[in-house]
């Protein structure tokens, strides 16, 4: 099943609502990652504005571990109140079908709130790599089978699974070479210790617009708003490639319906905020925000969606 993009504008009348009804008490929001990473920035923006429209202190958590498990059971195992949430990316529904080290599985032990926003991925070579487009990169492989090398977070990563499926899908080898996180893979690219990397754009464009490296094109199907002078991967060398990278907000199953709803209002409230587009512009982001049922199908679609990458690339935890 290929992924499908499920976006819903919220009416702007259920968004200009005065602050929603306080919670039982402080709401925690578990990141499952280092703090000062991508994904705990935005937490920490948007925990700082959710506050004041809930009515109650609203924390961050970083708990990192095992490539985000630990995070995630900390919130699947929570009391279903409303005041434990986990803020993940789309690692989250990478796991169902890649990771049989977990005690949970987030399709059932997770109940989705709202997605948050989306980011391609930036497609990007070290400076001395002799191709200028997707397509002359797929011929250099082709010419030099398993001598080109690619970098990555590590073995199952977003990246990885991305790149993995990039040499899948255009018949190419490639070795894959992986890392303890972005930064070490970027300094390796911009030495062309690797040749290759696929990049959150958010933080990739500053390494791009420095000239320490080069980018040669976006993940999405479409061309990203905030780079609309690279093409696709798709549209530069391999037609239909098409992959994002997505932020969602999600709380323990079984939390009921009518706290999930009001953790759905004041989010998509705070994201439709003054100054919240501009934000997120200046990372590289497009806030894309859901009602529950809607974020639920789109997340179920991405688990699917992963899964056939999974298999396609045959990568494996082991």
């Given at each position: ?109 997770l109940t989705p709130v709202t997605q948050i926003a989306e980011t391609p ?190 298999r396609r690339t045959g990568v494996t935890m082991e």
């Open positions: 099943m290929t992924s499908r993009r499920i976006v819903l504008a919220a009416p702007l009348a259920a968004l200009a609502m005065p602050a929603i009804a306080q919670t039982r008490g402080p709401v925690r929001i578990i990141v499952p990652f280092v703090p000062g990473g991508n994904t705990d920035l935005v937490a920490r923006n948007i925990a700082e504005k959710l506050g004041p429209v809930l009515g109650t202190q609203v924390v961050v958590e970083n708990r990192s571990g095992a490539g985000g498990a630990v995070g995630t059971e900390a919130v699947a195992r929570a009391t279903p109140d409303g005041t434990t949430m986990l803020f993940h990316t789309c690692a989250v529904a990478i796991e169902p079908s890649l990771r049989r080290d977990i005690s949970y599985d987030a399709r059932r032990d991925f930036l497609f990007m070579v070290s400076n001395p790599t002799q191709a200028r487009t997707v397509r002359e990169l797929i011929d250099l492989a082709k010419a030099r089978p398993g001598r080109l090398n690619y970098g990555t977070a590590g073995t199952g990563s977003s990246g990885h699974l991305a790149l993995a499926d990039f040499c899948v899908q255009a018949g190419i080898q490639m070795t894959h070479v992986p890392y303890r996180g972005a930064a070490p893979y970027l300094l390796a690219l911009s030495t062309d210790e690797v040749q290759l990397v696929m990049d959150p754009a958010s933080t990739a464009k500053p390494l791009a617009d420095s000239g320490r490296i080069r980018g040669l094109a976006t993940s999405t199907a479409e061309r990203a708003p905030a780079w609309p002078e690279l093409p696709t991967i798709s549209e530069s060398g391999l037609p239909g490639f098409a992959v994002n990278i997505w932020h969602g907000l999600f709380a323990p199953a079984n939390t009921p319906a009518a706290i999930t709803a009001r953790l759905n209002a004041a989010v998509r409230q705070v994201m439709a905020g003054d100054g919240m587009r501009q934000w997120a512009d200046g990372l590289g982001f497009r806030i894309v925000t859901q009602e529950p049922e809607p974020f639920r199908a789109f997340f179920l679609d991405q688990v699917e969606h992963w899964a056939g990458i999974v």
